[in-house]
DNA sequence: CTGAAAGCGCTTACAG
DNA sequence: CTGAAAGCGCTTACAG
């Protein structure tokens, strides 16, 4: 079949132990290795690295998991992982979990099974809750979600300022009574809330956010029904960018106009935020970072498993654009 | 360190043999069977991959290479390819190439050191003008671009046919000086300018494609540029979601208005397409399936390497948004 | 610096 | 159906 090291040792005319120790830049004469590598060309050979992991004791591969990869923020992640991961010469394994406490559990077997270095890993709230991360042989880096309290590393926004920023924005604007919908899988939404309650609370003024499944089809149905109630808010806060999404399109579809009748503010910097209409209201997440740190954090861990726990909290960006601006004074 | 499979055997009071053949569902009495299963559960017992994967020599593993990711096209194909390897018990290994042949090549080592069972594969047209299938160990499969002609699967969208309707659609809404931009680093842009010289030479009109980076930069300097031109075109063809978003900013910073002055359509409808101004006509491509009858063409490879070499080519759909409703009369 | 040998954790003929 | 043994392709002590 494919040539081995074997082949490549009796080509050079020395042993398989001096052809590893060329690949693996150990010890080697200059004569030896310039035979050796002079064999592996000619030969075309390519380690087996089934073969390498299993007799190293190391598989140099990370997995990622998260809930979908089409989450432009998670899109954003993986890139930044996969590029940090090649340039120390690990491989990442994805896996796409669907906001399913059962997929995760499957994966992080598959990871054990894959004997992975370590996992980035975006837990659904139910799994961050009950689960040990004392269970896995390999130590894991929480992204975007606190995992369970303390127990491992973690890059995160800072989503309680972020919200408060948003509101205070809302009622900079002149917005008096704002709604906001957060997702009900993840703690991300309970923080959010928090700020969000919290700002509110700060001006006298009551808040009411709503949990739904951070979709865009669950936001869309939401705004839609709060737009039916009594006293719909005049701006609304979505707490990511297919949340966002969805109330974009129940408003458009109930012919509420923006920023006058509703302000619109969200997270997430996607590209047609800033397109739409006179562009919306964002906090933006330095997704890029995120990833990068994630898998700094990991190596570190690698090289040192006795480093203390550590949680790295990002600052959000406000970006202003016109889904603010203000509602009708008409209405005064 | 871990459990390994001799453990369980000594638990359970078998040979390792018995164990492998309980969890490869080999012939196995019930007896035994349920001996095994017990003792797999009170150990937490997980097979080494890598292990498996040297001794059988099969990976179970699919490499995925293509450009970035982050183009939502890729996103929502990785996405599908996921689903599928991990249905058919596979692992799937993401490459992000960023349209650079050396990086092409250097994963493409990298899955011959993986010994994947396969590929999934969106070439540059460089690389895959001077490369040839029969070099690598494992069967390819092509998405989105033509490989070497004639040497390895493809599923791929019918560009040309594409193009044709997106021509004929801006005809017949009364644009007549139609421009457009393409990409120049794959067969699919040439694919797609055939199409669209085609349509015009049918009404004998001139055609003036320009062939630029596939980026939202380069594509809005491009169309910025043209704009200055002595006799810039009435309607822009974009080949792409990122090159469709370039020209969009180009039009929006000219202050040109779409579709009065200025007719736009392109490629993939993502979100953001249906969202902005009265939506911009696209063509849909069926993101998922395209990756879904990749992996679908890579397994039945495997099964059978001695299957005829097979193209799928799959149709888009023309959405028809506002933005190609046609030219001011004004003009006329 | 170099080589012979052991062994990583499995699967798979081979016998029985 | 079951077990003892060989071997997948490497790396890594161990001697020299």
Redesign the pocket.
Known sequence: ??V???DVASAAG????????V??N????A???ARVERAVLDLG????LS??R????HSQTVGLVVSDIRNPFFTGVSRAVEDAAYQAGMRVILCNTDENPEKEAMYLRLMQEERVSGVIFSPTRETSQHFNVAGFDFPMVMIDRTGPAGQADAVLLDNRLASIQLVEHLLDRGYSRIGALFGNTSTTGSERNGGYEEALKLRGLPSGGRFVAPTAEAAELAVAQWLKEATPPDALLASNGLMLLGALRALRAAGVSIPARMGLAGFDNEIWTGLVGEGLTVIEQPVYQIGQIAMEMLLARLEDASLPIRRVVLNGRLIERGSTRGPSRSEH
Not at 26 to 29: A, D, E, L, R, T
Not at 45 to 48: G, K, L
Request: glycine share 6%; hydrophobic share 35%; charged share 25%.
């Open positions: 079949m494919s081995k090291i074997k020395v042993s398989v132990a001096t052809v590893s120790r690949l693996g150990g010890p080697v004469s004569e030896l290795r050979y390519r380690p087996n073969a390498r299993l007799r190293s004791q």
